[in-house]
């Protein structure tokens, strides 16, 4: 699966953004028709997201376009209007069943075999961001056309009634919760937006938190928060040279017959050597090895 480390939104209305994002070598590019559109701004979002889709080149970025909320009564005309253009992937925000995703994935299906696209080549990706969405992830997750889950921060406290704080502890458990259950399906899981947007240091430490707690990427909303977000989530240079290393000795005591072996004065066995491969996986597919 490609990497999506930093999913980078801007309004679907505001082509300048669109062509900013095009610039900043970024995984994901998500044009919004949601909550970052107004509400007299749909139409225009719309057209400027299928247009965008058919002259821009968006080189390595992944194009994907989030639609408004299945069951707002705008979803309809939202992926209609951006099929057609052959995004990448759709976004789907605020999903609480899996019926919602049977829906747009039924929609996506229709478009692929109108155009004769290879069907299942339209990704979805959905936002989890409600008491009842994290009640049903586990149905939610188990839909095969789906790569990742995105756990929504602010939409999620605002419907359990939470208070937003730095620290994050009130939405500290549905974040691992969709960690949880992403993994559980072999998907991708991106984690909340950091709205400090001129605080690169909060954004970085964000981040790399985000990352001990096994999430794959982050959502990012502002073209400073790109950087500091995908080399978060890419491994650095020490710690692929101690998974190389780690893996190798590994290798070399299975050959000699030893599984758990001590390596700088530590016990190493099966789930550090998984832990390293997983470095590796994540070091090859950020294209650093
Ligand atoms: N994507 C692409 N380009 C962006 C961008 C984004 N999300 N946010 C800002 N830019 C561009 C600006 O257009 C500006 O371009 P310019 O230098 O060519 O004029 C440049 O980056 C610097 O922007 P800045 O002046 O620092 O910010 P701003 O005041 O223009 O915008 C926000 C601030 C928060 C309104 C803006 O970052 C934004 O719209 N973010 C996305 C919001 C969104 O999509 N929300 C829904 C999903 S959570
Ligand atoms: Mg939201």
């Not at 928060?225 to 890419?234: K, M």
């Amino acid at each position: 699966m490609r990497a999506r480390r930093a999913l980078l939104y801007m309004p679907g209305d505001d082509r300048h953004k669109i062509e900013k994002a095009l610039t900043l070598d970024v995984d994901c590019i998500c044009m919004d028709m949601e909550d970052g559109v107004a509400l007299n701004h749909k139409t225009e979002a719309r057209r400027i997201i299928a247009a965008a889709l058919r002259e821009l080149t968006f080189g390595r970025s992944e194009k994907l376009a989030r639609i408004n909320a299945v069951g707002s009564g705008l979803e309809m005309e939202d992926i209609e209007a951006v099929l057609p253009s052959r995004p990448d992937g759709i976004v789907v925000p605020k999903v609480e069943s899996l019926e919602q995703i049977h829906w747009a994935s039924g929609k996506i299906e229709a478009a692929e075999l109108a155009h004769g696209w290879p069907v299942n080549s339209i990704r979805l990706i959905v936002d989890v961001e409600s008491a009842k969405g994290m009640l049903a992830l586990k149905e939610i997750a188990s839909h095969d056309r789906l790569d990742a889950l995105i756990f929504g921060a602010e939409d999620y406290a605002v419907s359990i009634g939470a208070l937003r704080t730095i620290e994050a502890w009130e939405v500290f458990t549905a974040r691992s919760l969709v960690v949880m259950n992403a993994r559980a399906f072999g998907l991708q899981a991106i984690d909340m937006v950091t709205i400090d947007f001129r605080d690169l240091e909060m954004v970085r430490r964000a981040a790399a938190f985000g990352a001990q707690l096994g999430f794959t990427g982050k959502q990012v909303i502002h073209p400073a928060q790109v950087g500091p977000v995908q080399e978060a989530f890419t491994p650095d240079d020490d710690s692929i040279a101690k998974a190389s290393r780690l893996v190798e000795a590994f290798e070399s005591h299975q050959q000699g017959g030893r599984g758990a072996f001590a390596l700088d004065g530590k016990m190493i066995d099966m789930p550090l050597v998984k832990a390293a491969q997983g470095v590796l996986a994540r070091a090859r597919a950020a294209g650093r090895i």
